[in-house]
């Protein structure tokens, strides 16, 4: 167990829906970062919050947006759903700036699987 | 970021030594070698990482070449809960910039009893 939690763990949609995906964070841990997994692909990075404010972003169009708030807590929201943004839905949690001696790992949630239909 | 290449599956026996091989000959000097699994159903979970030294902990050890072109994770006697996808990453020191991992597609390792 690394800590972080998301919710839901499964849901549907339907095309041109929108949808919140939830994160906390382990504790002590001040940055979010969101990746998205399609099956059979390793998780790409969508973005990363830290002090309430998206400060890095992958390759993801405006539609994919987020959240975080003071207790470090994070929300994804994708509006106008497609049927490619069916996958599983990653969170993870650490510190910035690390300290030095820290491993800079990231923690990971076990994901929220979207099917979009 | 560095891109990485590795093998799409592996297979090992049960209680013998996993190696599983990474190329990254595009690596820059301050760039870190990250090992992530991904047990099914389950978030990537941190292994190891290495700057050019060899590094082992509780889990596996971490063989980088001296060019540091290239490196090798090794599960000293695998079970069958190390049946999972493995990623060999490349990123910048975790104290510069953001904490952003790029995957690749991954080692999928398979322990056979």
């Known amino acids: 167990e690394t800590g972080v939690t998301q919710s839901p763990t499964h849901l549907i949609k339907t095309r041109g829906q929108q949808v919140t995906l939830r994160c906390s964070s382990q504790s002590g841990h001040n940055t979010v970062s969101w990746y998205q997994q399609a099956l059979g692909q390793g998780p790409q990075f969508i973005f990363q919050y830290y002090r309430e404010e998206e400060n890095g972003r992958g390759n993801f169009p405006p539609r994919f947006s987020g959240l975080q708030f003071p207790n470090y807590s994070s929300e994804l929201n994708v509006n106008a759903l497609e049927l490619d943004d069916s996958a599983l839905y990653l969170c993870?949690?650490?510190?910035?700036?690390?300290?030095?001696?820290?491993?800079?790992?990231?923690?990971f949630g076990e994901g929220s699987r979207l099917t979009v239909l | 970021d560095a891109k990485t290449t590795q093998p799409p599956s592996m297979d090992c026996a049960e209680g013998r030594a996993a190696n599983l091989p990474c190329n990254h000959s595009t690596i820059s000097g301050n760039e870190y070698v990250y090992w992530y699994r991904q047990i099914h159903s389950q978030g990537p979970q941190y292994i190891i990482h290495?700057?050019?030294n060899n590094e082992t902990n509780e889990m596996a050890s971490l063989i980088i070449t001296e060019d540091r072109k290239s490196s090798t994770l090794i599960l000293p006697h695998a079970t069958l809960r190390d049946t999972a996808v493995y990623y060999c990453?490349?990123?910048?020191?975790?104290?510069?910039?953001?904490?952003?991992?790029?995957f690749g597609q991954g080692t999928r390792l398979t322990i056979n009893p």
């Open positions: 990453i490349v990123r910048r020191a975790p104290i510069q910039g953001a904490q952003k991992l790029v």
């Open positions: 290495g700057l050019k």
């Open positions: 993870a949690s650490s510190s910035f700036p690390s300290n030095r001696g820290d491993t800079g790992e990231l923690f």
